[in-house]
């Protein structure tokens, strides 16, 4: 006798949980499936844990530079690789820990084990227990992705490596070679490069972090460059072969000359493969290179089969997971009766995307190419850290703030930033562009002083020709 929910979802990460969490506020009786750890990637393997490594990475960099603020420290400063993972893993057990917790409050039933569905309101769980059948008037799909192989090279964890690899090595890489240069390759190739490793990022475009605005990427490029790390933009990686000594790279660079080099390990980072074969989907709903498609609430076109999250189009990014599994959940308690919700599609124009590299960089919206691209009209300006008093006494005058307005309508079209904390910074601006802002409310708002975020205010004005501070 099947197990009967008004909510099953399928996969536990921050979509997941979160609309498991949102559903059981609803009044729902609600399960979850996980096969690994709740929390899911993100939580156990990706935006938590990276984020533990790259704080003792900084905190190093920042123990190597005392001098420069005016302080000694005695006795040589050198990282225990050992130690930081160790923390890193305890952040992310603590985290796991938690989520375990939230499931036991809201009376979510955890179903441990492998998921498939056998139709859009039901499935099967193989786990300890033997299989398990249940079913529900709803079912939510949110098994997320995985990291994607080289073609002719696949990650072994000893000398090839994904982002689960890079976060539990088994020993310190001295010479590293990091393919890709989006938010995970360059979050990787800015820690080791803090450890003390060689690195070289091998990016097939024209410039690194190709998702945000080009002026961003030529700042981080001379950033990341001064630090140390080689960078190859306009470069592939044409075959790799490892022995016990390390890995051989055949790299095509941008004028097309092909050499070899050597290095003691790589880190393949040039996307990700969604989690969607062999779950019983291929019947049931429409597919795009493996990604369920969906409407904004996150239906397929099974009637109560839904999706969230890195099993879905993109971007694929924790806090989008989480704001689609919010959404679904309300949509399906609107269904089954609730008239007091009132949930809201997702607007992919006000996703934000942070990366933890050093320096490091936030953005929402369009660029500016972009936006020339879409046939509006724009203003737009940059201010640099240099002029913000609060970045200089921070020993932090490294970075610059861009925003893109409409010239018509002075609508907010995008923001970008680069430099110490843009990350926290950047949901100002989220929120001014849900908000549907125009510059005039921006330019009116007062800032703090003295903090990192009057640049923001600062780049508004650059935009419309009255900057102050440069």
């Known amino acids: 006798m099947a197990e009967k929910y008004d909510l099953i979802v399928l996969g536990s990460g921050p979509g997941g949980y979160v609309a498991a ?161 989006g938010a995970i390759g360059i979050e990787f190739a800015s820690f080791y490069n803090d450890m003390g490793c060689e690195v070289t990022v091998v990016e097939m475009l024209d410039r690194i972090v190709p998702v945000e605005d080009k002026d961003v990427s030529a700042f981080l490029h001379k950033s990341l460059t001064k630090q140390g790390i080689s960078i190859m933009t306009g470069a592939g990686v044409e075959d790799i072969k490892t022995d016990a000594k390390g890995v051989k790279a055949k790299i095509k660079d941008a004028k097309g000359q092909v050499s070899e080099s050597e290095f003691s390990h790589c880190i393949v980072a040039i996307g990700i493969v969604p989690n969607t074969e062999d779950i019983g989907l291929e019947k049931l709903t429409e597919m795009e290179k493996g990604f369920i498609q969906i409407d904004p609430y996150g239906r397929t076109k099974s009637k109560g089969l839904w999706a969230i999250g890195d099993c879905t189009p993109g971007p694929w990014l924790a806090h989008k997971a989480s704001h689609e599994g919010v959404t679904a959940a309300e949509a399906i308690a609107k269904e089954l009766g609730n008239k007091d919700v009132h949930p809201h599609p997702l607007d992919r124009n006000n996703i934000p995307g942070c990366t933890y ?50 010239a018509k309508t002075g609508e907010l079209l995008g923001a970008h930033m680069v430099g110490a904390e843009v990350t926290e910074m950047i949901q100002g601006f989220v929120i001014g562009k849900t908000l549907e802002t125009t510059e005039v409310e921006l330019m009116q708002t007062v800032f703090p002083h003295p903090t990192i975020s009057e640049s923001m205010h600062e780049s508004v004005l650059a935009s419309y020709g009255r900057v102050i501070h440069v």
């Not at 990706?46 to 005016?70: F, M, N, V």
């Not at 299989?131 to 072994?156: C, M, Q, S, W």
């Not at 919206?365 to 970045?391: C, D, L, S």
Request: hydrophobic content about 40%; aromatic content about 4%.
């Open 357 to 406: 590299c050093h320096p490091q960089v936030a953005s929402v919206g369009m660029t500016e190419a972009k936006a020339k691209e879409a046939g509006r009209e724009v203003k737009a300006g940059t201010f640099p850290f240099i002029g913000n008093g609060k970045a200089i006494a921070l020993g932090e005058a490294e970075g610059m703030c861009k925003t893109v307005f409409d």
């Open 21 to 181: 969490i949102r559903g059981a506020q609803l009044g729902l009786k609600v399960a979850i499936v996980e096969r690994e750890l709740l929390g899911g990637i993100c939580l156990n393997w990706g935006c938590i844990p990276t984020k533990a490594l790259l704080r003792s990475a900084e905190i190093l960099h920042y123990a190597q530079h005392a001098k420069d603020y005016g302080l000694k420290i005695a006795g040589e400063i050198e990282a225990d690789l050992d130690a930081v993972v160790k923390r890193s893993r305890g952040v992310a057990k603590q985290l796991n820990q938690g989520v375990t917790h939230l499931m036991k409050k809201n009376k979510i039933a955890v179903h441990m084990g492998e998921g498939k569905l056998t139709g859009p309101t039901s499935l099967t769980v193989k786990g300890e227990k033997g299989e398990e059948k249940l079913e529900a008037k709803h079912i939510i799909v949110a098994t997320g992705a995985r990291a994607r192989d080289l073609p002719f090279a696949k990650a072994d964890g000893e000398r090839i490596w994904t982002y689960r690899h890079a976060m539990t090595p088994s020993e310190m890489p001295k010479k590293l070679l990091v393919i890709g240069s």
